[in-house]
């Protein structure tokens, strides 16, 4: 079945941890995309990547990294800068424009100990 | 700039009542448009989406919306509304112009007994 994977579903870091957050996408998308999502604020943009190689900063980049080494990965790494990293993070995928459909994962929960 | 509004942060409704959720967007040209629903501790999930043509979309789950460019809404709406559809609601805008979509803040369903 074609979709969109994130892992883990519930992950736990210690304070000044850096974490990395799991996602593959076997649609075949040229374009990726991490969203932070807390209680109340809808979905904030923090990366996305158009294509291999290649990434843009969203909206609240600071304290995040990412990479996109291959088509179908697109991992993100939540560093100790980011000051309140504990969230409900999800990942998409689409083939890249704007009237292109976003196909979410599952999501994964940090929580920062 | 782009922006959504989703006016309402929850609505509650009867058990087979009807039910509209508001969207309205701040876009120059015509914008493509998105609704999606997301269950608690879930992935985000289309139900239905506006490009052009006829303005009344149909979508998955007996969802409908109807696009109203003189007042720059794009409302959903379902006429019998089920315990099943308690959920978080969210309108998003493409562009052309944009490979993101532009997210309201979502609007919390809560269904009555």
């Known amino acids: 079945d074609g979709g969109i994977t994130q892992s883990p579903k519930y992950l736990f870091r210690k304070e000044g941890q850096n974490v990395t957050l799991s996602c593959e996408q076997n649609l075949n998308h040229d374009a990726m995309y991490w969203y932070r999502q807390d209680p109340g604020q809808g979905l904030r943009l923090i990366y996305y990547s158009q294509i291999v190689n290649d990434f843009q900063k969203g909206d609240i980049a600071e304290g995040y990294s990412v990479s996109r080494e291959k088509k179908e990965s697109f991992p993100l790494t939540v560093t100790s800068a980011q000051k309140n990293p504990t969230a409900f993070y999800l990942c998409?995928?689409?083939?890249?424009?704007?009237?292109?459909?976003?196909?979410f994962g599952p999501g994964t929960r940090l929580t920062v100990l | 700039a782009q922006s959504v509004t989703q006016p309402d942060i929850h609505i509650t409704v009867s058990e087979g009542a009807s039910l509209e959720l508001r969207c309205n967007y701040s876009?120059?040209?015509?914008?493509?448009l998105f609704w999606y629903v997301q269950s608690p501790g879930q992935g985000l999930q289309l139900l239905l989406k506006y490009f052009s043509g006829d303005t009344l979309v149909q979508g998955i789950k007996g969802f409908e919306a109807e696009f109203k460019r003189s007042q720059s809404s794009f409302n959903l709406r379902k006429p019998s509304v089920h315990w099943s559809d308690a959920a978080e609601y969210f309108c998003?805008?493409?562009?052309?112009?944009?490979?993101?979509?532009?997210w309201g803040a979502g609007t919390k369903l809560i269904i009555k007994p």
């Open positions: 998409a995928s689409s083939m890249g424009r704007g009237r292109d459909t976003q196909y």
């Open positions: 876009y120059g040209a015509t914008p493509y």
């Open positions: 998003a805008v493409g562009t052309d112009s944009n490979y993101q979509l532009i």
